[in-house]
């Protein structure tokens, strides 16, 4: 079975700061991992995705990821807030041959000016 | 149009009414999905449509009724809902199984 946890439902962080969302997953088969970004009453966006090319994985808006297998986590990053990053962000995991993902809770990143 | 394109993105239905949400994809892929998005609750999938067979159907009530009349379009028909069923309902896609999925703006729905 597959599941990730995304530790922090809200992080808060001030404008140029680091940007450090965690996702911890599990799965006993190799896994495919994303990031999404959700703005309100929107749907969601794509930021990144690993399928075991590249273990850093850089996505849209300046975010990147690196996926550790030892420590299972798929942490995002960036390295300076901007007040357009102010949305929830979701982690998710799924592998070859099947159609179901699995999303964390989701993390709601606040960006302080 | 491109990517997954849904309509209505607002819906207020009573109880007693039936409706019908819609779903199209102008990315080419063979699979389609409905989620619910929940306040405080991870998303839940609700149907998985693959090249218009059904995949997928993770115990939904059968007052939600899915229709995929061919891999580009996907229906989710509403009928006699229940007001916990008010959320915001996401359609995506994929190329195929295990690759990512691309999501519509959503449908807010509103049961009163």
């Known amino acids: 079975a597959q599941s990730v946890t995304q530790l922090g439902s809200h992080v808060s962080v001030s404008e140029g700061a680091l940007v450090l969302l965690r996702c911890n997953y599990s799965?006993?088969?190799?896994?495919?991992l994303f990031w999404y970004v959700q703005y309100p009453n929107q749907g969601l966006q794509l930021l990144l995705k690993?399928?075991?090319?590249?273990?850093l994985v850089k996505g849209i808006n300046g975010f990147e990821a690196e996926f550790k297998k030892s420590e299972t986590s798929f942490h995002l990053t960036k390295p300076s807030a901007h007040m357009s990053d102010a949305a929830e962000y979701f982690c998710?995991?799924?592998?070859?041959?099947?159609?179901?993902?699995?999303f964390g809770t989701g993390t709601r990143l606040k960006v302080l000016a | 149009e491109t990517g997954v394109t849904q309509t209505p993105r607002h819906l207020v239905m009573g109880m007693t009414n039936k409706k019908s949400l819609k779903c199209e994809q102008h990315?080419?892929?063979?699979?389609m999905y409905w989620y619910k998005q929940s306040a405080k609750k991870p998303l839940e999938l609700m149907f998985v449509?693959?090249?218009?067979?059904?995949?997928e159907n993770n115990s939904v009530p059968s007052r939600f009724s899915p229709e995929c009349p061919n891999s580009s379009h996907l229906f989710l028909h509403l009928h006699t809902l229940q007001p916990e069923d008010s959320a915001l309902y996401l359609c995506?896609?994929?190329?195929?199984?295990?690759?990512?999925?691309?999501f519509g703006q959503g449908t807010r729905l509103t049961v009163v």
């Open positions: 995506a896609s994929s190329q195929e199984a295990g690759t990512e999925a691309f």
């Open positions: 799965s006993s088969v190799p896994p495919y």
């Open positions: 690993y399928t075991s090319a590249a273990t």
């Open positions: 998710a995991v799924t592998r070859t041959g099947t159609y179901k993902y699995i």
């Open positions: 990315l080419g892929h063979n699979a």
């Open positions: 449509y693959s090249l218009e067979e059904r995949v």
